[in-house]
């Protein structure tokens, strides 16, 4: 009798395992579309890539400015929710996306670019490339298109049916933050400080409106110069493209050595004083920020070290999914129905 209710007792145990261990399995599988990998697409859409760099060849051509737009806003994708198109929803009468934040109000661009391409995918394969993937390989041909470098691209990220505003707005980080706030920021998605000075050595292209220097020009600017007379003249060619009142929209570009170059003489810029943004400057200038003013000076000195740890780092920030999965968007700007 005592041995029959052992016996059972250990088979309901035995079998409550097997569902325990099943359930942890198929969790972990479930998880799975995080598994990014080179050759997702080699069966489905062999064209993806060429379509893809087809296009913003001639985007770049028709305007450099537009690389520079993909690549932020595959940054802008990525640190809300992961890398899964969140970025590209239109507000709607049911859902609220990210355009509004603070960081991408009248100031992130290149939508049209991407429903350019994502035109091109669907009509070679029908739902097949994901919004957030279409990003990722355009800001890598981005890159390569003003001079940068080559990585091979993972992809197989899916596209989210949510977006947020809230963390937008949170998580994306500003110009006026300090060194620690940034670093914290990079952290908080598994980037480290070296992953977040080699990503913003992108702003070696592109351009930066008054509203986010006026405080630099107006404050430490001349601090951080020494009395450089050649700072001292674009300090005050600066002040006249952003007046103290007015020219909110003005627009300078934040490497003004080679501003349509993919190259490191934005790390230049810092080591003169002359970084456009704060949050730029402080990567050289923070009494906080040896390591990063270390990284500064080192791929100031060495192109090829900056550009591995660049693609290195643009891989691991494309890595970050949203575990939620999702799907395939037949269009970027809105979820399917
Ligand atoms: C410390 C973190 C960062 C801050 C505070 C920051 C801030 C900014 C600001 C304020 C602008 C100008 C936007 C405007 O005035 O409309 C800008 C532009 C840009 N950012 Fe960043 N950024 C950061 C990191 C990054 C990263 C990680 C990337 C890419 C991997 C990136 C890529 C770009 C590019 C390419 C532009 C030029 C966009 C254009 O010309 O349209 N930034 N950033
Ligand atoms: C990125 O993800 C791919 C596939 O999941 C993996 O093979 C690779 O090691 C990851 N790279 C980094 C830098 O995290």
Redesign the pocket.
Known sequence: MANSMRYSYSIVLLSLLVIILGALITSSEAQDPS???LDYYLKTCPKAQEIVRAEMECAVREDPRNAAKIIRLHFHDCFVQGCDGSVLLDDTATLIGEKQADQNVNSLKGFEVVDKIKEKLEAECPGIVSCADLVAIAARDATILVGGPYWDV?VGRMDSKTASLEAANTDIPAPQQGLVTLISKFWAKGLSATDMVALVGSHTIGVSRCVNFRDRIYGDFELTTNNDPSSAAYLSKLKETCPQDGGDDNISPMDYITPTTFDNAFFETLIKGEGLLNSDQEMYSSMLGYQTADLVTKWWADTGSFFKQFS?SM??MG?ITNPDGGEVRKNCRFVNT
Do not use: A, E, T
Request: hydrophobic fraction near 25%; aromatic fraction near 0%.
């Open positions: 598994q990014l990998s993972p290195d891989v691991k890595n």
